[in-house]
């Protein structure tokens, strides 16, 4: 199974809007409304922030949202802050019953 | 409130095997499935598999179904995987991460335990 696609890199400035996107295929993303995100500090373990494509974890701000067009799905933040500064890593369910992580995106706040 | 802790760092040769634990706290463990997941160092996040809950059933990553197992013990909520016939290309931190069963997402993680394989 290989990894869904994410850009290396995304960044922007304090207050902006960025989207990171996630391209799979018809056998993961685009068959299920099951991706999911989870951001990453260095060194620590994942977090969960988005599952089923466009709903919230509990406690994550509103300022995160998820949302899909075939295969390829993405996640929004926006009102960039300094603590959001992270990799990103999207997941999805596959046909095989297994699951596929993105190649992360490290976001950057100028 | 509930968590899952793991196991310490392991230092294993080429060709061993080595056996990382996952105990949870603070729920009713035999209710999730727990997912195991792996990250060679600056690299991405890694499937490698699933126990489902009551541990009957297992669904392992293509690229290790010969080399890993995952078991679970009810009476201690400890989930264990084992990875056999390591290479340096094991080197990574593995963890475990918890499931609601059909939920499809991983709501708790462990802390992850680094194992490192070098001769």
């Known amino acids: 199974q290989s990894a869904l696609t994410q850009p290396v890199s995304v960044s922007g400035s304090p207050g902006q809007s960025i989207t990171i996107s996630c391209t799979g295929s018809?056998?993961?993303?685009?068959?299920?409304?099951?991706v999911s995100w989870y951001q990453q500090q260095p060194g620590k373990a994942p977090i969960l922030m988005i599952y089923d494509v466009n709903k919230r974890a509990s406690g994550v701000s509103n300022r995160f949202s998820g949302s899909k067009s075939g295969s390829t799905a993405s996640l929004t933040i926006s009102g960039l802050q300094a603590e959001d500064e992270a990799d990103y890593y999207c997941?999805?369910?596959?046909?095989?019953?297994?699951?596929?992580f993105g190649t992360g995106t490290k976001v950057t706040v100028l | 409130q509930a968590q899952v802790v793991q196991s310490g760092a392991e230092v294993k040769k080429p060709g061993a095997s080595v056996k990382v634990s996952c105990t949870a706290s603070g729920y009713t463990f035999n209710r999730y499935h727990m997912h195991w997941v792996r990250q060679a160092p600056g690299q991405r996040l890694e499937w490698m598999g699933i126990i489902k809950a009551g541990g009957g059933i297992r669904i392992y990553a293509q690229n290790l179904q010969d080399r890993v197992t995952m078991t679970m013990d009810m009476s201690t909520s400890t989930v264990y995987m084992e990875l056999s016939s390591l290479t340096a290309d094991d080197t990574a931190v593995y963890y475990c991460?918890?499931?609601?069963?059909?939920?499809?997402?991983?709501?708790?993680w462990g802390q992850g335990t680094l194992v490192t394989v070098s001769s």
């Open positions: 997941c999805s369910f596959t046909k095989t019953l297994t699951y596929v």
């Open positions: 991460a918890r499931e609601l069963p059909d939920t499809y997402q991983f709501d708790l």
């Open positions: 018809s056998s993961d993303v685009g068959s299920y409304n099951l």
